[in-house]
């Protein structure tokens, strides 16, 4: 585990690394490229860069951290992807279960499949479901898988934001990231796509969570990203959903 510099999750925990690429959003993956310098750096757990890789071992994390920390799950990979076998994601769902200080952050972008497992399955009241959403396309039919779990918390990772989404129904939401792309290779975020999710999810009553411009600025210039900062409208968006979380 390693404390990130996400800005929306204090730590990561990667039982899950390796991935494949399933919509527009996943073209120019972070985790991909860091997996890939992790591997030539020799570190453990990256012998097989960017292939699917379960970590058993590491199951047992967050179970030796007594302080509340709150965990984005995977953030090297995607727990609900096609390779990961249910019992292994149980396994994972049941440690989150067994930790009720920690609340964790899971995001997919296989909503069809989070879903199914959900069906019969409780979602631990301190595990928050999201799904990415990067544009009209693939990104918003996810939306409706999400809103037919029954979690704590729903959120939506509208990042990498590649079009505009259009009208958002955000029922049942909770939570909405924005961002932009980072990476030599990366797409320009339109200040009025980012805009119009912030304006529905104030009017929706959503919290809104505003990452990163990443690689180009609201005026369109590429630069790096620490200098594009991170104010949308005139000013930053740091909204989180507000919970009540029973801790054992």
Known sequence: MAESSIEWTEHTWNPVTGCTKISPGCKHCYAETMSRRL????????????????????LEQPLRRRAPTTYFVNSMSDLFQVGVPDAFVEQVIDVCASTPQH?????TKRAQRMARFFAHRESPPNVWLGVSVEDQRYGVP??????SIDAAVRF?????????????????????????????????????WAEN???????QGVAFFFKQWGAWGADGIRRNKKANGRQLAGRQWNEYPVIELAVA
């Open 39 to 58: 591997k030539a750096m020799g570190a453990a757990g990256y012998e097989n860069g960017f292939e699917l890789t379960l970590h058993p071992e590491r």
């Open 103 to 107: 609340t964790y952050q899971i995001l």
């Open 142 to 147: 996810r939306i409706e898988h999400l809103r």
């Open 156 to 192: 939506l990772s509208v990042e990498p934001l590649l079009r505009d989404v259009g009208v958002l129904d955000l029922a049942g939401i909770h939570w909405v990231i924005v961002g932009g792309e980072s990476g030599h290779k990366a797409r320009p975020m339109a200040a009025e």
């Open 197 to 203: 999710v912030r304006v529905q999810a104030e009017r």
